[in-house]
């Protein structure tokens, strides 16, 4: 377990950690899942998980993100346009990324859903190794910062160092840092439908309840219990 002296965002948490795993196994394969979304068909979605992970086992490919098949033109969501003249180059049924397109407008929502556009997961699956190297192409100085703490021949002072690092450092975002600028060093698994939802906003949460059959009685009477919507009373 690693603990870190404070929040300063999902880059240093991320790097940290893999750099610990690359200590303990050079070739380990991971994965990143965001603890906040709800497969509907699970089988599916780990099915598509395994085969990234064997995808990555295979060779060390590219860091892989997974997405879902968009069921409309979602506005809250992040998408991912792949790049389908880069279809086979990876193998696996990987495909390259052109784009990320990061809440867009209704109009634009549309656009990228009738182009067969995905919704972005966020779950990531690679080789340890490609993380790192992705990492230290977008972000050269955090990434030898953090390399230098973790290779310090005390291990004692470990906690002690990193406090000063994190307290030096701004909060910096690894989907906004990393991601979007290296979308050619990514590959893309498209999942299909798997009923996925992000449930970080309580609209989405009550709304996948709904329709899972889950009753919702911590709903107040003021809400509607499909949408979590405010009710007005009808004149």
Not at 23 to 48: C, M, N, T, V
Not at 185 to 199: H, K, R
Request: glycine letters at 8%.
């Amino acid at each position: 377990m690693i603990v870190q002296p404070s929040n300063r965002g999902t880059l240093p948490a991320i790097l940290w950690s893999v750099l610990r795993i690359v200590q303990l196994d050079e070739r380990a394969s991971i994965a990143f899942f965001p603890s906040d979304h709800y497969y509907a068909k699970e089988e599916k979605f780990i099915e598509g998980v395994e085969n990234a992970f064997r995808c990555a086992e295979a060779s060390a490919k590219p860091v892989i993100l997974l997405g879902a098949k968009a069921a409309r033109p979602e506005t809250e969501y992040g998408w991912i346009e792949p790049d389908k003249s880069a279809v086979g180059r990876f193998g696996c049924g990987l495909t390259g990324l052109k784009r990320f397109w990061e809440k867009p407008s209704t109009k634009t929502a549309e656009m990228l859903l009738d182009s067969g556009c995905l919704w972005n997961t966020f779950v990531m699956i690679g080789r340890a190794t490609a993380f790192l190297r992705t990492i230290e192409r977008a972000v050269p100085e955090i990434y030898r910062t953090f390399e230098a703490v973790s290779q310090l021949r005390d291990p004692g002072i470990e906690a002690e160092v990193m406090q000063a690092v994190y307290n030096s450092m701004p909060v910096t975002d690894f989907s906004r840092q990393v991601l979007s600028v290296s979308t050619e060093q990514l590959t893309v698994a498209a999942l299909g439908d798997i009923g996925w939802s992000d449930l970080g906003d309580p609209r989405r949460l009550i709304t996948t309840l709904f329709q899972s059959g889950i009753e919702n009685p911590w709903v107040t009477s003021g809400c509607c219990n499909h949408c979590g919507a405010a009710l007005t009373a009808a004149s």
